[in-house]
């Protein structure tokens, strides 16, 4: 078995045992692909067999370190590569190519020597080929997976379009093969965007002719905020009646138990007493505002995790936050109508705690009274009877 097999059954058992399942675009397929390149190229650009040799090598370890970390993966992989080839004991100065070669894929470096540009056209010959949209969902999923967050398909594809137009390839081999595959890719790309802007539009224009979703809107939170100033209402007519209740029974009933011919009216009193407190505090508890302590950032807006249109959230954000927030729901109806809901669905939810916080007041608030007068009456013909 030569190096190049050993080096190639050593990849595939590493990225078998230690590539995460998440890695979706680097694993071994895409390896495969850049090794079949590399060799191509070499071919079309008539290296020897030893430049060869050395080009492929690095192809099946360029990625390898993408099953140890996500970022900064090509020096791991120029790493682990250097670690088996001195276990082959091969020369110390192609083990230095090797690695060069390696590191010759990060993104955004430069090469300068012709195997350096070989194995850099080869990393991304995909886009200069005709299953250039399939890798490229492939790579996308990786990255959501691993960023943990929806990536919107129409930045995505702008990304794309942007990544195309930096891009080049550097062999003339490269660009006299796949450019022509590239540049084709580059204009379905734009038709896509083009087209996806378009409906975007149309779904736009639709929903401003709509009228109807405005009005919805508009007259159920209208309604939502009604219900909730009549529940205040509720809250603080039981809150005031309470008060008052306290208030007389602390300056006539109070001073006059005392006595010892009036100690019949200490419970009643205590009963009165004890359901008008509990009636005041649950009164208190169901008008208390609540305001959130999340910090809103601009992430979250764009990725539809909170509402900006509540104060409640958009306190603690900057006036530069807020206003750019603002400017981003005016040209993103998707993202406003969205905020309107979260709007409209969490504004229920204060409405539903508020009724049963009051359902509750009223409830307490009718059986003290009922036991009061029932407290006073058992009270007053127990002494009766004594007297």
Known sequence: MNLVQKSEGFVRDYLAQNLSPDILYHNI?????????VVELAQWENCSAEDKELLTLAAWFHDVGYATQFENNEIVGAQIAEEFFKSENLAADKIEKIKSLILATIPKSEPK???????KDADCSHVGSEYFFDVSTALKTELELHQHQKI?????????????????FFTTSAKENWQAQKDKNRLKLEERIRERE?????????????????????????????????????????????????????????????????????????????????SIILSVLSTRPNVSNVHVTREMIKNNQSNILFFGNFNKMSLEEFEWGIEYLIENQDTLYNSLTRDLYFLGLVLERKYRLLRITYNVFMIGIVLSALAFVVSYFMIAEVS
């Open 29 to 37: 397929t895409h390896t495969e692909r850049v090794v079949h390149r």
């Open 113 to 119: 020597t012709l195997l350096e540009k070989i194995i």
């Open 152 to 168: 919107k398909s129409t930045e995505w594809d702008q990304g794309n379009l942007e990544f195309l137009d930096e891009h080049q």
């Open 198 to 278: 378009e409906k975007l539009a149309d779904k736009k224009r639709s929903r401003k002719m709509g009228r109807g979703v405005e009005t919805m809107f508009r007259v159920t939170l209208k309604n939502h905020m009604d219900l909730s100033a009549i529940a205040d209402t509720k809250a603080n007519i039981l809150l005031s009646i309470n008060a008052i209740i306290i208030s007389v029974a602390i300056a006539n009933l109070l001073p006059k138990l005392d006595s010892i011919s009036n100690t019949f009216l200490v419970y009643p009193t205590m009963v009165l007493l004890f359901f008008s407190v509990v």
